[in-house]
């Protein structure tokens, strides 16, 4: 079993995690790198992998720095399924198809403002032809149902608390190499306990690898319940 990660690993936004484990290859996540626009553009044009050699795609939720570079991944000749909640299937119709939305009106806009200049990339990272071609390789799965990726590979999305649909993926793995049983847990990015209207987050008790979302890992968030006062103050 071989993890690597191409984004979101001492930085923020840009969340891809390649694992290799059995023969194949399983990307989580497929976000945009989201900075200053020339280096934003240079890093989602390329991948740290082939995009042909994917298997599948294990996706955590819909938003964009978890899914918005799967139309580019799919321009680049992946032909898997992207494995996800159904809800998460739902909600990253509209997300990829704004995403392009925006990708191409700033190219239009940059075109105008900046003709002949080859220093400013005026070409979108991906269409809306090309976000809507990428749905098609979208499977929704249901919470709490394990199912076979791969043979000796079992997959199972819990609740992750962050948004509709958001989802830790646990992978229960055979490891071929060495004949062991491991278990790896992506948390994508957790949301906060007795929250309106989403679940809380399912609570993993046991694995062997874990990828945990850490952006505000350094503090401790204060009761959900003294948000509202300190909103209307």
Same mark, same amino acid.
């Given at each position: 079993?071989?993890?690597?990660?191409?984004?979101?690993?001492?930085?923020?936004?840009?969340?891809?995690?390649?694992?290799?484990?059995?023969?194949?290859?399983?990307?989580?996540?497929?976000?945009?790198?989201?900075?200053?626009?020339?280096?934003?553009?240079?890093?989602?044009?390329?991948?740290?992998?082939?995009?042909?050699?994917?298997?599948?795609?294990?996706?955590?939720?819909?938003?964009?720095?978890?899914?918005?570079?799967?139309?580019?991944?799919?321009?680049?000749?992946?032909?898997?399924?992207?494995?996800?909640?159904?809800?998460?299937?739902?909600?990253?119709?509209?997300?990829?198809?704004?995403?392009?939305? /925006?990708?191409?009106? *700033?190219?239009?806009?940059?075109?105008?403002? #900046?003709?002949?200049? $080859?220093?400013? @990339? =005026? %070409?979108?990272?991906?269409?809306?032809?090309?976000?809507?071609?990428?749905?098609?390789?979208?499977?929704?799965?249901?919470?709490?149902?394990?199912?076979?990726?791969?043979?000796?590979?079992?997959?199972?999305?819990?609740?992750?608390?962050?948004?509709?649909?958001?989802?830790?993926?646990?992978?229960?793995?055979?490891?071929?190499?060495?004949?062991?049983?491991?278990?790896?847990?992506?948390?994508?990015?957790?949301?906060?306990?007795?929250?309106?209207?989403?679940?809380?987050?399912?609570? /993993?008790?046991?694995? *062997?690898?874990?990828?945990?979302?850490?952006? #505000?890992?350094?503090? $401790?968030?204060? @009761? =959900? %319940?003294?948000?509202?006062?300190?909103?209307?103050?």
């Amino acid at each position: 079993m071989k993890l690597t990660s191409y984004g979101a690993a001492l930085q923020v936004t840009g969340s891809q995690h390649l694992l290799e484990v059995n023969g194949k290859k399983i990307l989580l996540d497929c976000g945009l790198f989201q900075g200053h626009r020339k280096q934003a553009f240079e890093q989602n044009s390329t991948f740290g992998f082939d995009p042909t050699q994917i298997d599948a795609v294990l996706l955590s939720h819909a938003h964009i720095d978890h899914a918005g570079n799967i139309p580019t991944l799919v321009k680049r000749g992946f032909k898997g399924v992207i494995y996800t909640t159904h809800a998460t299937k739902s909600l990253s119709e509209v997300m990829l198809l704004d995403s392009a939305f /925006i990708q191409e009106s *700033d190219a239009e806009y940059f075109a105008n403002k #900046y003709p002949g200049e $080859t220093e400013v @990339p =005026i %070409e979108p990272l991906y269409t809306s032809k090309d976000a809507e071609f990428s749905l098609e390789f979208f499977k929704g799965v249901d919470y709490n149902r394990s199912f076979e990726l791969f043979p000796g590979i079992k997959v199972t999305f819990y609740e992750a608390g962050h948004v509709l649909g958001s989802a830790v993926t646990v992978l229960d793995v055979l490891d071929e190499d060495d004949g062991q049983n491991k278990r790896l847990a992506y948390t994508g990015d957790l949301g906060r306990e007795r929250l309106p209207i989403i679940n809380d987050p399912h609570q /993993i008790n046991q694995a *062997d690898y874990l990828i945990c979302e850490s952006t #505000y890992g350094d503090r $401790t968030h204060d @009761p =959900i %319940e003294e948000g509202i006062p300190a909103l209307a103050a």
